[in-house]
């Protein structure tokens, strides 16, 4: 029998597979990758790798030059964990590359190269919302970067800027604060003059009692203000954490940072104040790090924005809402609260992390105190947004948020419209509407320190 050119084709084809299957066959175990991911940060790097089926894995960490070496068992490398490679960016602050190959017939290794010595954390995440399970590599710094270092930096100029009338009803807040009376306008803000806290470890009880007493400096007679207002601006969700997202297809976690960035400059220009981002790129912070993080600058105030979905889509407007001990103030309400704190179960959280354990305690100091001081920010802020968007409801409202359980500092959360309607949409994604969101949050939290002077408040 003779041997076609058809056959011919055909053992060909045959050999070429069985040349690939080895290197580039799709899984032969049960385990199979959907998709992977890397969100890096200063932070930390996350990297996750989404899969079905069971994923058995060891670990180890090599130094000369430091690396971290995955080795995945029973698995035949696939496609989907061989575009790893090409996920990683090249300012990734802690990896330098990442190979991937089949190490023996059943072990699939990947290595990391870092770029320094790290701490990582490694968990699986079961399948919540739209996820699959997720296997997670976060790469976190040893020295874990200080936020009140970021506040010493800022720069100059945002504090020399030309006075206006926002800026004099902030000046005049802190010089009441500092019971000067009527003296003349706060020069620049001694910024670095600030207690630095270089505590290492951050136990809850140190956390605790360098809140308010160290917090403030007397001002020396004859001196200038030194006084200067930290403000916390959480914009919320990150990373694998997307939020909510719209019809168009925008997602909440970058419309909210957009509008985070623009208010923290509106603080900044601000004579004596100064903000502080829980998050500056897209990665996730877990519900607790973010009260942590503004703990740790000594916040003032701590405010939370969102850009929510509701069932609904013709629901609209804008809504400020605080913490309750007893229940929420609507169902909307509470609805919406169940929804925020399921962030962490997005987001992916390592419930053995050390980090959480701290948070978790951090959580569970909430006062009355914090609350009613927090109503009074939340209405100012809620006022002064009134008057550039439409708002969902005239009066604050309360649930229990998880992010607004600071047991000192008064908290907000700031629905900024409903990304979930395409009107609002649209206009969350308009610089300039960001813009005016962000001006009206900044007018909101000026006129609060005009009536609640920093120091009062801590008096009391
Ligand atoms: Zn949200």
């Known amino acids: 029998m003779s041997i076609t050119r058809r056959d011919l084709l055909k053992t060909a084809t045959a050999g070429f597979l069985l040349k690939l299957l080895p290197t580039d066959a799709w899984a032969v175990g049960q385990v199979r990758f959907v998709d992977v991911r890397l969100w890096p940060a200063d932070d930390y790097t996350r990297v996750t790798l989404e899969h079905e089926g069971p994923l058995k894995y060891k670990f180890f960490l090599v130094d000369n030059p430091h690396r971290m070496v995955v080795d995945i068992l029973d698995m035949r490398l696939d496609k989907t964990l061989k575009e790893l490679t090409s996920r990683l960016k090249a300012d990734d602050p802690y990896v330098q590359q990442i190979r991937v190959g089949q190490f023996d017939a059943n ?15 490694i968990f699986n995440i079961d399948p919540v919302a ?47 604060a500092e019971g000067q009376g009527s003296g003349k306008v706060a020069k620049t803000p001694a910024v670095a003059d600030k207690p630095v806290d270089k505590t290492p470890e951050k136990t809850p009880e140190k956390l605790a009692d360098k809140s308010a007493d160290k917090h403030i400096e007397k001002p020396a007679k004859g001196l200038e203000v030194k006084r200067v207002i930290t403000v916390a601006i959480d914009p919320g969700h990150g990373g694998e ?5 719209g019809n168009s297809g925008s997602y909440e976690k970058h419309v909210v940072l957009s509008i985070g960035k623009l208010l923290k400059e509106e603080i900044d220009g601000m004579p004596g104040m ?48 605080v913490l309750s001990e ?41 006062t009355t ?40 500092i008064p908290s907000i959360l700031v629905e900024t419209a409903f990304i979930s309607n395409p009107e609002e949409e649209k206009k969350l994604n ?15 939290i000026a006129q609060y320190f005009a009536k609640n002077p920093p120091v009062a408040r801590r008096l009391t």
């Open 107 to 121: 072990t699939v290794r990947i290595v990391f190269d870092l770029k320094a010595p790290v701490r990582p954390e």
């Open 130 to 176: 739209t996820y699959q399970n997720r296997f997670v590599v976060d790469f976190y710094p040893q020295k874990p970067a200080d936020p009140l270092m970021a506040l010493v930096n800022k720069p100059e100029e945002s504090a020399t800027v030309e006075p206006s009338t926002k800026e004099d009803e902030i000046a005049r807040a802190i010089r009441m």
């Open 241 to 245: 954490d997307p939020g909510a997202v």
């Open 274 to 321: 100064r903000a502080m981002l829980t998050r500056n790129g897209d990665f996730f912070v877990p519900l607790g790090t973010r009260v942590q993080k503004a703990r740790s600058v000594n916040a003032d105030l701590f405010v939370s924005i969102h850009a929510d979905a509701f069932v609904k889509p013709t629901a609209s407007g804008s809504s400020v809402f």
């Open 326 to 366: 007893r229940g929420a103030s609507s169902t909307a309400a509470k609805w919406l609260a169940n929804k925020e704190n399921s962030s962490d179960l997005i987001g992916g959280v390592n419930i053995k992390g050390a980090d959480n354990q701290l948070a978790k305690v951090l959580l569970d100091l909430s």
């Open 369 to 408: 105190a914090q609350i009613n001081d927090s109503i009074k920010l939340a209405s100012a802020v809620l006022g002064k947004i009134g008057k550039i968007h439409r708002l969902h409801k005239a009066e604050v409202e309360q649930a229990g948020f998880a992010v607004l359980k600071a047991p000192d």
């Open 430 to 444: 308009d610089p300039d509407h960001q813009k005016k969101i962000a001006q009206a949050i900044a007018a909101g």
